[in-house]
């Protein structure tokens, strides 16, 4: 936390700009060994922007044209000092210029070693820091928005409600068993259950977000199967709006597994072509039928297509039997070539999931396939304007640890146990609640979280 640190802040390449950033207390006397005001004035302002040129005094001379601001802390995103210098985006430039800085006394920042400062700092908590991951690697508007909501504490604010009324709790409990005989309110065991059940309803909300949380933030994987011609590539086609897959009247065509990401509604979706599944002695559609095999056993949604124009055969039924216990919908393409086969009879194949009819060449039936994505997302449990989700794993684990020992605590409570042993519990539901925002954290932890940065952040 004492050394100064600087590393390039904007993606590796050619770009108009790339920025190096500088933290620490070392930082205005760098910027001012290295860089030359075109004004001639050497009073530097904080946050005001200057003009004029990095200079290599004992080498190279005039390294490039920059603009140059320095920032005094605490007001500043690590609440240090900072530096920020926009050098034109030449890898060589940014090089040339962070081996200036290196060489005047700061040294290499680590990955999210920036944003590790603002939490030790004070100026975020931790579950704001995490955040700032999900707004650089958000694919929509949608995950974006509630990345931008964790950033600006909505969720911190719902984790310190909880971990204040556990706190109240537990001031309650300790009281009553440290102080048996002073002239305190005695906890009665029915308000003891009361509030234990409130309190575990408030992280019973916040974790039935959880799902939608995590699929708006990580994408869904969804494995279109079927057999070979029934119109796998014409539903890819479709909803990304582009012909990305060849699409033949040849059974075969599509031989390996096709991978694109799009967005439908707001939701990062990660669509995989498959080939089809038949039984061939080809060896090169052989292993790409082993690749649709792996794709959907890591698929969660597989969308299995069927040629409603003729007969089921036994190849739909191989692909059926594989559906059990997934999550799973039917679409019965080219149905304005009539139907050769009716629901009951794809149901008794495939269970009790969903069936569309679709024209997929005519682009009819996309839009009810997108609707049903969508429902799947948010399960009519979420509302769409929902804000403030739990969309980390950690957060995930950390609150059904929480609940986890509240319902230990509740049942000890309905058996009238002694306070100490309902105490022991609350106490574990308290911190794990305090890790989400760091208050409990240990240092171990810190490290996994802000390993997982990139440089310059």
């Known amino acids: 936390m004492e050394d100064t640190i600087a590393a390039v802040a904007t993606p590796y390449g050619e770009g108009g700009i790339g920025i190096i950033r500088i933290s620490g207390e070392n930082s205005l006397n760098i910027l001012k060994d290295i860089f030359e005001p075109a004004s001639g004035s050497r009073e530097y302002v904080s946050r005001h922007m200057m003009y004029g040129k990095v200079v290599d005094a004992c080498g190279e001379g005039v390294i490039d044209e920059v603009l140059a601001v320095y920032m005094k802390g605490p007001k500043t ?3 240090e000092d900072v530096v920020e210098i926009d050098c034109h985006g030449s890898v060589v430039s940014l090089r040339k210029t962070l081996e200036l800085i290196l060489r005047r006394g700061a040294r290499m920042a680590e990955p999210g070693e920036f944003t590790k400062r603002a939490f ?3 100026r975020l908590d931790l579950s704001q820091a ?3 991951i999900d707004v650089v690697k958000a694919r929509t508007d949608r995950s974006f928005d509630v990345a931008m909501s964790q950033l600006e504490g909505g969720l911190s604010e719902k984790t310190k409600a909880i971990r204040k009324a556990l706190l109240d709790l537990l001031v309650d409990i300790t009281v009553n068993i440290d102080y048996p005989d002073e002239d305190i309110e005695e906890i009665t065991y029915e308000r003891l259950e009361e509030n234990i059940s409130l309190i575990g309803e408030m992280i019973e909300k916040l974790l039935s977000t959880a799902s939608t949380g995590r699929m708006i933030r990580e994408g869904i994987r969804i494995a279109i199967v079927g057999k070979p011609n029934v119109g796998k590539s014409s539903l890819m086609n479709g909803i990304l709006g582009e012909s990305r897959a060849i699409v033949t009247d040849i059974p075969g065509t599509t031989r390996d597994t096709i991978e694109e990401a799009v967005s439908v509604r707001n939701i990062p979706v990660y669509l995989v072509d ?3 599944i038949r039984n061939t002695a080809d060896r090169v559609e052989m292993l790409g039928i082993e690749r649709s095999k792996e794709a959907f056993n890591n698929a969660d949604l597989v969308i299995f297509i069927t040629d409603g124009s003729i007969p089921l055969s036994d190849e739909d039924r191989d692909i059926a039997a594989l559906l059990k216990g997934r999550k799973a919908l039917a679409v019965v393409n080219k149905n304005d070539l009539g139907r050769a086969f ?19 060449l005519q682009g009819n039936g996309i839009e009810r396939i997108e609707d049903f994505i969508e429902d799947m997302v948010y399960g009519g449990k979420v509302s769409q304007r929902e804000s403030v989700m739990v969309n980390n794993v950690r957060h995930i684990g950390l609150l059904n640890r929480a609940k ?13 146990e002694a306070l100490d042993f309902i105490e022991v519990d ?6 794990a609640v305090g890790e989400i925002t760091g208050e409990t954290v240990t240092e171990d932890i810190i490290d996994e979280v802000f390993s997982r940065f990139c440089l310059g952040k």
């Open 130 to 132: 995490e955040a700032v």
């Open 77 to 79: 995103y690590t609440a």
């Open 120 to 122: 030790l700092n004070g």
């Open 274 to 276: 498959t080939a089809g």
């Open 426 to 431: 609350v106490r574990d539901a308290y911190d």
């Open 404 to 416: 986890d020992s509240l319902s230990d605590a509740l049942d000890m409570t309905k058996r009238g």
């Open 342 to 360: 009716d629901d009951d009879e794809l149901t008794a194949m495939t269970g009790d999931i969903e069936i569309i009819e679709t024209a997929l």
